[in-house]
């Protein structure tokens, strides 16, 4: 039975869209790879996408004995949290409402060794 290790970050104020744009370019890349790719982006979300990437590894490593250079990224998403509220002053008195995305990240890695 093939096991896969799983990290989550929830309530990140980053927007769910931005960060699925990081997620396209790791998932299915090996874990050096995607380190790789994530130190050289020059997106927001990478610092907390490499090290969300960094804790399922450990996971991987410390659960199921995996080694990290085995690990390919299986699964990668972004969900969508929920919306700070907030608001803005305008003209003549009104207030304009501005919505501050929040994201849970999902990570799953599974070992190159139990694919073939």
């Keep these: 039975m093939q096991h896969e290790a799983t990290a ?10 931005k960060v699925r ?3 396209d370019q790791i998932r299915g890349r090996n874990y050096q790879e995607a380190l790789i790719v994530l130190e ?3 997106y927001r979300g990478c610092k907390a996408i490499k ?3 960094e804790s399922a590894a450990a996971n991987a490593t410390n659960n199921y004995g995996y080694p990290k ?16 509220k ?13 919505h501050k995305p929040t994201c849970h990240i999902t990570l799953k890695l599974s070992s ?5």
């Design 40 to 42: 050289f982006m020059p």
């Design 21 to 23: 744009r990081v997620l």
């Design 69 to 84: 250079n085995s690990l390919i990224i299986h699964q990668a998403f972004a969900d969508i949290g929920p919306k700070l």
């Design 86 to 98: 907030r608001f803005q002053p305008r003209a003549q008195g009104r207030a304009f409402q501005i």
């Design 8 to 17: 989550t970050s929830k309530y990140l104020r980053l927007s769910p869209n």
């Design 51 to 53: 090290k969300l990437l």
């Design 112 to 116: 190159t060794s139990l694919n073939n």
